[in-house]
């Protein structure tokens, strides 16, 4: 799990606007999504992690303890409930919008370059996946 600390720059996207369509995102929210280069901090405090997005629009900050259910608000304005949990080498955040019931995967997971985030969703199948280059540790 210690692989995961540091920061993070966006470097490239797949699937994301088809994916976020698929999630009831509206369309503007959307391209305001998918053409944002985030940066991204992970650290851990403790049993608690911290995710924190930064984009020139607006942060997204996350807070959470493994096994526990905890409440997000994403950038597109859903509010989320969800829990943390580590699998194969991978942070996987399970998040289940509170307005449709839609549930959400994200998994995180280290690779050569830095960080990659695989969203998945029980509601349709389309994968999107988002790579950050490791800026610092």
Do not use: C
């Not at 608690?48 to 984009?55: D, P």
């Not at 997971?109 to 389309?126: F, K, P, W, Y």
């Amino acid at each position: 799990m210690e692989a995961l600390i540091g920061s993070y720059q966006h470097s490239k996207s797949e699937n994301l606007d088809e994916y976020f369509g698929k999630m009831g995102v509206p369309w503007i929210a959307r391209k305001m999504i998918t053409s944002s280069s985030p940066s991204l901090e992970i650290s851990q405090n403790g049993d608690e992690w911290t995710l924190l997005f930064k984009t020139p629009m607006k942060n997204n900050n996350m807070k959470f303890k493994f096994g526990e259910e905890f409440e997000e608000t994403t950038p597109f304005g859903a509010k989320m409930k969800g829990k943390a949990s580590f699998e194969d080498g991978k942070m996987i955040l399970r998040a289940q919008n509170l307005d449709n019931n839609s549930v959400m995967y994200r998994e995180f997971s280290a690779t050569d370059e830095g960080l990659q985030i695989v969203m998945r969703s029980e509601n349709h199948n389309v994968v999107a996946i988002r790579r950050f280059k490791k800026v610092s540790k």
